[in-house]
């Protein structure tokens, strides 16, 4: 295979990924946007039932759960980050030097901690609810 097909490919998968994730953004936008016209009329309803709530209709427990929700989400994207750049340069790391892979593994595994330190976040909100 010669190197013009080997990055003319990779510019393909780039380039479908990019479109991918696009789809994706638009996807949580237009959920955004249905959640919060959703609760922009539970107010009224809210009134009715005599519920007191705020503005977007979130009372505590909703924002609690929010809470939640954003502490995994949030936690589990920066681990993935960091074990991505860590990941890459351990392996780059341990082609040069067989005997380092101990300790990059030692540094994947505290990146990945980091997903479970807001899942530990999100199971302390849960349990104040």
Aim: charged share 15%; proline share 2%.
């Amino acid at each position: 295979m010669r190197q013009g097909d080997r990055v003319a490919g990779r510019r393909r998968w780039l380039r479908r990924l990019m479109w991918a994730n696009a789809a994706l953004v638009a996807m949580a936008v237009i959920a955004a946007g249905a959640v919060i016209a959703q609760a922009a009329q539970a107010p009224a309803a809210a009134a009715a039932v005599g519920e007191g709530a705020g503005a977007l209709g979130l009372d505590a427990r909703g924002i609690g759960f929010l809470a939640a929700a954003l502490s995994v989400g949030i936690a589990c994207a920066a681990a993935g980050y960091a074990v991505a750049h860590i990941g890459a340069a351990s392996v780059g790391a341990m082609s040069e030097r067989p005997e380092l892979a101990g300790r990059a593994l030692i540094f994947v595994g505290l990146a990945e901690g980091i997903a479970i330190y807001g899942l530990i976040i999100s199971v302390m909100i849960l349990g104040r609810l």
